[in-house]
């Protein structure tokens, strides 16, 4: 119940299209869904987050679409850049636990 | 704002002696520190979170005595692998909140290695 199911496990998009990471929970308790990036060597960083009170949010090209009925969110990357070329984490977290990571999807963005 | 710098980047040491992971929170007081490990193309587990002035709490099947986490101040939290093997090999990565726990700030990761 506390697992978050992320999907794909990897991902290839052309420059310039759409790259669309999913994810799944159980606990209808969570209440900040959070996305993070991270590039190879390095710390995840907070890419874009929802609280289930809303059912789009958009920032640049990340948007996460939320879907509280269905529990399901996701993460679309508009125009993809090589640049975007990372491994995405979906996460959820309630107060007075702690953050539970998706699997991790790895995206390569072919120029 | 929200930095988290973490030191060092990669080591590499022999098995049985012992290393030492810094966390700082540079612009912010970290109420609450996380420390993670993470294998090659996997997710974040979650080793411990540690609180200023408080032991920390181990996840379930982490060796509270093979890492050494200690929280003595807002911005600095260590992690200490004693007696390393080379099972203990991985990257080690802090995050660090700021009073609410949900947005998470991490350090750019160690990667230890044990020979």
């Known amino acids: 119940q506390q697992q978050v199911k992320q999907s794909p496990q990897s991902l290839i998009v052309q420059k310039g299209g759409i790259s669309i990471i999913n994810c799944a929970y159980e606990n209808t308790a969570f209440d900040y869904f959070p996305w993070y990036q991270q590039f190879p060597g390095k710390g995840p960083a907070l890419l874009i987050a929802?609280?289930?009170?809303?059912s789009e949010k958009k920032e640049g090209r990340f948007t996460i679409s939320f879907n509280k009925s269905a529990k399901q969110f996701s993460l679309h990357i508009m125009d993809s850049q090589p640049g975007d070329s990372a491994t995405y984490f979906c996460a959820a977290y309630t107060g007075g636990f702690k953050t539970i990571f998706g699997a991790g999807t790895r995206l390569f963005v072919k120029a | 704002g929200a930095v988290v710098s973490q030191h060092p980047s990669w080591v590499i040491c022999k098995s049985g002696t012992s290393v030492k992971i810094e966390c700082r929170s540079l612009?912010?007081?970290?109420?609450?520190m996380f420390w993670y490990r993470q294998f090659p193309k996997q997710s974040l587990m979650l080793m411990a979170t540690?609180?200023?002035?408080?032991?920390?709490?181990?996840e379930q099947g982490v060796e509270k005595d093979k890492f050494l986490i200690n929280h003595a101040s807002l911005t600095l939290s260590t992690l200490t692998v004693t007696s390393a093997h080379p099972e203990d090999s991985s990257f080690y990565i802090c995050?660090?909140?700021?009073?609410?726990?949900?947005?998470?700030?991490f350090g750019s990761g160690t990667q230890l290695s044990v020979l």
């Open positions: 612009d912010f007081q970290a109420t609450t």
């Open positions: 995050s660090a909140t700021t009073g609410s726990n949900e947005k998470l700030f």
């Open positions: 540690s609180n200023e002035g408080s032991k920390a709490t181990y």
């Open positions: 929802i609280r289930p009170d809303v």
